[in-house]
């Protein structure tokens, strides 16, 4: 009983001196940040999800070793007159330098590569870390990422043109080589599937597309996959994607891969536990979701057509007819409910 | 009709009757306001009508889970929210209707875009200009008449495309207020 109790009391004082130091750190880190923080200036903020599923807003403030002589160097991003900046100080034989470069877009995008929006890691092999920022103007507009190193008198803008724009930013860093930085459309429709591919060729990351196709494949796998998740899905949300997936499959001439999605969607359709209501539609009073039948019903009949489509293309001309009848059969049945 | 509150498809058959009426009329665009104000002149006087304008624009997915949007609202799976070409609307209201049947759908403006404002032409962006509240001026957005974009005038997170029954980028009407 001693024992255990001598065993909580530790592993509660262990716990409280873990929570006290990471507090201590993570505020001396922004009051370090702040004395170098221009008059008039603010931290950019940027929100992220705790694991409660509540949102917190957090300064945009790292460190890391970004020069060769060591020490604990600090980059943060802030707002005056309406502008973005980055700034990072180094510490040389005990002598605080500024540098600092101006930054595209009015707001810090946090994302699931980059969840601080500010991220400090050796991208180039270098053996120093550089700092990659993603700014925005609004998601819907596209985001840009700016790489930056700390040079002899200012910072190094390690992009060729500037920055990097796209929808999204993903790193691809194997052992052994500088990192990859890709950078993907919106994929919510044919013309927004892409995937750019920049690599660093020895002064600054350039557009080469080198295994584009190959990301492009992994991430329609990813598409397809969550088309045909298990979870319950809206039914327009899941055959939206699964039209998208198709298309992009049909495109490659990849038609195996487009009827396996098409089946699977189908199969996922005919168990009603795999449909969710459409978000926030009820019949008013009720509580009851109105459309989810007849969601299911003319969903099936979309996938049959898509269905049809891929195995005609595949060369399979009667599949492709039995599965354009059903899709018929389904919408004459829904139009006579 | 005049004289009492109206409520007008934007270059719909309402709208027709209106400009086909007796009385003569001035639509004046109101800045940065939710309605449209009609003065309808009349021979011995002047009635004001606030009309709830309905726009027909075409509409896409913005997707994106994850990403912070310009209101700082970070993306959630089948998140309810619209995106529209101006800033200064984080919070508004917004009510859409899907051209065929399907319940009304309100949320809220959480993001900036489709398209507009931009500075710098990407390969994902590549219209260039500045911010487009159509909504105060023609009703049709700039994008629509643009051969650098799909034509969209309005951006749906997940959620909201979803429960419009959406499969693809649609025509949708939408206007401000609940």
């Given at each position: 009983?001693?024992?255990?109790r001598?065993?909580?009391?530790?592993l509660?004082?262990?716990?409280?001196?873990?929570?006290?130091?990471?507090?201590?750190?993570?505020?001396?880190?922004?009051?370090?940040?702040?004395?170098?923080?221009?008059?008039?200036?603010?931290?950019?903020?940027?929100?992220?999800?705790?694991s409660?599923?509540?949102?917190t807003?957090?300064?945009?403030?790292?460190?890391?070793?970004?020069?060769?002589?060591?020490?604990?160097?600090?980059a943060?991003?802030?707002?005056?007159?309406?502008?973005?900046?980055?700034?990072?100080?180094t510490?040389s034989?005990?002598?605080?330098?500024?540098?600092e470069?101006?930054?595209?877009?009015?707001?810090v995008?946090?994302?699931?590569?980059?969840?601080?929006g500010?991220?400090?890691?050796?991208?180039?092999?270098?053996?120093?870390?550089?700092?990659?920022?993603?700014?925005?103007?609004?998601?819907?507009?596209?985001s840009?990422?700016?790489?930056?190193?700390?040079?002899?008198?200012?910072?190094?803008?390690?992009?060729?043109?500037?920055?990097?724009?796209?929808?999204?930013?993903?790193?691809?860093?194997?052992?052994?080589?500088?990192?990859r930085v890709?950078?993907?459309?919106?994929?919510?429709?044919?013309?927004?599937?892409?995937?750019?591919?920049?690599?660093?060729?020895?002064?600054?990351?350039?557009e080469t597309?080198?295994?584009?196709?190959?990301?492009?494949?992994?991430?329609?796998?990813?598409?397809a996959?969550?088309?045909?998740?298990?979870?319950?899905?809206?039914?327009?949300a899941?055959?939206?994607?699964?039209?998208?997936?198709?298309?992009?499959?049909?495109?490659?001439?990849?038609?195996?891969?487009?009827?396996?999605?098409c089946?699977?969607?189908?199969?996922?359709?005919?168990?009603?536990?795999?449909?969710a209501?459409?978000?926030?539609?009820v019949v008013?009073?009720?509580?009851?979701?109105?459309?989810?039948?007849?969601?299911?019903?003319?969903?099936?009949?979309?996938?049959?057509?898509?269905?049809?489509?891929?195995?005609?293309?595949?060369?399979?001309?009667?599949?492709?007819?039995?599965?354009?009848?059903?899709?018929?059969?389904?919408?004459?049945?829904?139009?006579?409910? | 009709?005049?004289?009492?509150?109206?409520?007008?498809?934007?270059?719909?058959e309402?709208?027709?009757?209106?400009?086909?009426?007796?009385?003569?009329?001035?639509?004046l665009?109101?800045?940065?306001?939710?309605?449209?104000?009609?003065?309808?002149?009349?021979?011995?006087?002047?009635?004001?009508?606030?009309?709830?304008?309905?726009?027909?624009?075409?509409?896409?997915d913005?997707?994106?889970?994850?990403?912070?949007?310009?209101?700082g609202?970070?993306?959630?799976?089948?998140?309810?929210?619209?995106?529209?070409?101006?800033?200064?609307?984080?919070?508004?209201?917004?009510?859409?209707?899907?051209?065929s049947?399907?319940?009304?759908?309100?949320?809220t403006?959480?993001?900036?875009?489709?398209?507009?404002?931009?500075?710098?032409?990407?390969?994902?962006?590549?219209?260039?200009?500045?911010a487009?509240?159509?909504?105060?001026?023609?009703?049709?957005?700039?994008?629509?008449?643009?051969?650098?974009?799909?034509g969209a005038?309005?951006?749906?997170?997940?959620?909201?495309?979803?429960?419009?029954?959406?499969?693809?980028?649609?025509?949708?009407?939408?206007?401000?207020?609940?």
């Open positions: 009983m001693r024992t255990n001598i065993r909580v009391w530790t509660a004082s262990a716990t409280l001196l873990l929570w006290s130091c990471t507090a201590v750190f993570a505020d001396s880190l922004e009051n370090q940040a702040v004395r170098y923080l221009p008059s008039g200036a603010t931290f950019a903020r940027v929100p992220h999800l705790g409660d599923g509540g949102t807003v957090d300064p945009v403030v790292a460190s890391g070793s970004a020069t060769r002589w060591g020490g604990r160097d600090l943060f991003v802030y707002e005056a007159a309406g502008k973005l900046a980055l700034r990072v100080v510490t034989a005990g002598q605080p330098k500024e540098f470069a101006r930054l595209p877009g009015s707001f995008s946090g994302s699931d590569s980059f969840p601080k500010l991220l400090l890691k050796d991208v180039t092999g270098a053996g120093v870390q550089e700092m990659l920022v993603v700014t925005s103007e609004g998601a819907s507009l596209g840009f990422l700016s790489v930056f190193s700390v040079g002899s008198h200012d910072l190094d803008n390690l992009v060729r043109g500037g920055t990097i724009a796209g929808y999204g930013f993903d790193l691809d860093c194997a052992a052994g080589r500088p990192c890709l950078a993907s459309g919106k994929w919510t429709d044919a013309a927004g599937a892409w995937v750019q591919v920049y690599e660093w060729l020895g002064t600054a990351f350039v597309d080198k295994d584009a196709d190959r990301y492009f494949s992994a991430r329609l796998v990813k598409l996959a969550a088309a045909s998740e298990q979870a319950a899905l809206p039914v327009p899941r055959v939206h994607m699964a039209e998208l997936a198709a298309t992009l499959y049909q495109n490659r001439h990849e038609y195996d891969q487009a009827i396996e999605l089946q699977a969607v189908l199969s996922r359709l005919e168990n009603p536990a795999s449909s209501e459409r978000p926030g539609v008013p009073g009720t509580g009851r979701q109105p459309l989810l039948r007849s969601d299911i019903s003319l969903g099936e009949a979309d996938l049959h057509d898509l269905l049809g489509n891929a195995f005609g293309s595949a060369g399979r001309a009667a599949d492709a007819q039995a599965e354009y009848r059903l899709a018929q059969d389904l919408r004459n049945s829904e139009a006579n409910h | 009709m005049v004289g009492s509150e109206l409520d007008v498809l934007c270059g719909a309402d709208q027709e009757e209106l400009e086909n009426a007796s009385v003569p009329f001035t639509l665009y109101a800045l940065y306001a939710p309605t449209r104000w009609y003065i309808a002149n009349t021979t011995y006087a002047t009635v004001t009508n606030a009309v709830n304008v309905w726009f027909q624009v075409l509409a896409s913005e997707g994106l889970v994850g990403q912070t949007t310009a209101c609202h970070v993306i959630q799976p089948q998140d309810q929210f619209v995106a529209l070409p101006s800033t200064g609307l984080c919070g508004v209201s917004v009510n859409l209707k899907a051209m049947f399907s319940p009304a759908q309100v949320t403006v959480e993001d900036v875009g489709p398209w507009y404002p931009n500075h710098t032409a990407t390969k994902g962006n590549p219209c260039v200009g500045p487009d509240p159509y909504w105060n001026s023609s009703g049709v957005p700039r994008a629509q008449g643009s051969s650098c974009s799909n005038g309005i951006d749906l997170a997940d959620g909201t495309f979803a429960a419009l029954g959406f499969l693809g980028n649609s025509s949708v009407l939408w206007r401000f207020g609940q």
